[in-house]
């Protein structure tokens, strides 16, 4: 329920709704973007970052959460370690069990492979449940995955890995058509023609969605599917290291129960790491809208190994993240709000950024509004916000349009007494995605034999900038990449006698480098009890 | 905003001392739980923190996820992360969306004595009771309409004396429809094809080959829908 000083600058923004109804604002030329992007993106900040001390990143800047878990000794002691039994031997180990991890074990088991996948938490918990807006496909006649393909790139400001924007395009449409005939329930006209809508960036309407529980149900059906086709998946199950020969080729892991806290091996031909992203590090201070789970802990076990990472100092803000009530901080608005016609107003009841462009310019123009111009309304001491108007899409697309396609969303603030299709609601920026990652080559290879990489983990595919629905896409195309070409190899994929060899190493260098913490990872769950 | 309040809440019967504005999640952290179970997303879409809680003044059990509701004074509670269920296998390409697929994966259904603690103990308020008549009478789609904003948490068939897994039904339902009864996208079939057969190869790949200042051009003045 809003207060009496919330519902008076819901008057401003009343006052000018009629008139912003037919007003476009300009988009931004690329140097404003820039110039606005450099002023006020928290990437850019000098007190976010710090040179990596070891590893394949060695002098390269990455955040200080990130960094931290780099910098920090195994969960285990490498030396006295026995890893002689394992308790499991398969052609192919997935770990992590969201979007990418399923659509991989899908595809894997599909290739004639004997698959087993852990999950910290239970199968589908993952930031993919979480992604109520959509997912993008160049599958309609004025469309094409060369527009998507400069979509994409222009976005991530021409730092994409090109054969990465390759495959994510050019799979687009052979992956949503494997998901309808997965009976994944997508938003539809009568003919059977997906519905689409734009994005922040597209050049064209394509982003898929099912309702706003566009994730949930690519999970939930995947899950379904996963089960119906009894692939061995072990809940509540963590891997803590990764298990390497004496070759330097990866041939299992080291799982953990995280309610008996017993450790356990797995050997494996190929291994699948599909871990997820990192926002419950709360980079710079922010909060997030990401899922409990999504603390790198995929991050940390490739680097011990030998992996190469990219783009890690590069981390979405999404622009539209609640602010109140205080119950939902850090939750997602998601970007289809902007998208079917609600615009971003500040205390003025004045629009000061073109609610479609990219979410890195989105997110930096609502913090200059409310840091630089002091045009925030502030909910709690130096907490500022900005209107998010989401009344228009009902003034636009007629009475009904919020509750009808935005129902998740509508329900949440239903339940604090907020009518989102009669009030604007108030966001400010919350940290939403990882742009970077292990780095992949396109059909998730790693520069380690035998180790794979899909989803949010993964990194070069995006660049530095993820469009809204690419996320969605990508855990698809690169899980199923992954999946297809780990069964593969796991055919003659020749392992010798594991170790953990790596971590003893990286072990030294962290006391070559003096650093002297006692910091351990990964870090599996954030801390928030008391 | 002021400072909250503190309040006394139960968490499986102890009492503990909280600030009255935060969720039952936060609650229970606060409190000092390290949460394994009963904690997913932490925005109302997995289904991992539904909660039975009672309230002093109600003799009824009411429900919701930990996640999404504030804590109450004085309420008593208990996460329910897990029930027992049985999920049945099948492979979609054989069975229709009809009613003889549910009642052969599962004859349950007809059980339903249609006693609406399913609708009521459902933390996304949706009609569960209305689905499961839907699903007796073999209305596939009205199945998967109703239940669309499911998230499987199980709290329908954990309080169900009919012993029923209404979401299992449910997202069954939902799947036969979207497979057999929703027409496929031609536009999908149509691209996809294109693409399998190469027919984009040469433009995409000149695509890639560009250099920063050639995509930007193309990028900078692309049209837009």
Redesign the interface.
Known sequence: MY?SMMLESIKEVEKTRTKRLNEEFARLT?DEKLELLHNFHPDFRDDTQREVKIGANKGEKIPHEIADLLESKSLLNPKSFDIINAEHDVDVLIIGAGGAGSAAALVAKESGAKVLMVTK??H??SNT??AQGGIQA?????D????H???V??GGG?TNI??L??AL??DA??V??WL???????S?D?????QTI?GGGT???RMHFA?D?T??EIM??LR??V??K?IETIE?CSAVELLLDEDGKCGGAVLYN??TKEYFIARAKTVIIATGGSGRLHLAGFPT?N???ATADGIVMAYRAGAKLAFLDANQVHPTGVVYP??MIG??VTEKVRGIGAQLVNTKGEQFIHPLETRDVVSSAVIRECEHRQNGYE??ERQYAVWLDSPMIDLIHGKGTVKREL??MF??YE?YDIDMSKHPILIFPTLHYQNGGILIKENGETEIENLFVAGEVAGGIHGRNRLMGNSLLDILVFGRRAGKAAADKSKNSDVKILSLKHVERFHKQLEEAGIESERTSPML?P???? | MGQAKMIDIYIMGKKYEVPSDLTVMQAMEYSGYKLIRGCGCRGGFCGACGTVYRTPDDFRIKVGLACQMVVEKDMQFIQIPFFPANKKKYDIDEFNADLPSLMKLYPEISRCVGCNTCTKGCPQNIEVMDYMAAAIRGDIEAVAKMSFDCIMCGLCASRCPAEEVQYYVAILARRLFAKHVVPRASHLEDKSKEIEEGLLDEEINKIVAMNKEELKNLYDNRDIE
């Open positions: 207060d690329a938490l239970r589908g918990d449940v979480m160049a599958d309609k006649t004025n094409s995955p060369m527009t393909y400069i979509d790139v222009g021409y090109p054969e924007a390759r395009t050019m449409p052979s949503i058509k309808e005939s997965l009976g994944c329930m997508f539809k009568e003919d059977g023609t997906m734009h050049s064209r309407k309702s529980y994730g949930a939930r059906t379904d599917e089960q119906n009894e509540f995280m309610e809208s899922h409990y789970g205080k119950q939750q997602l909910v709690e129902p998740a329900k949440q339940r769950l801390k928030y009890h008391k």
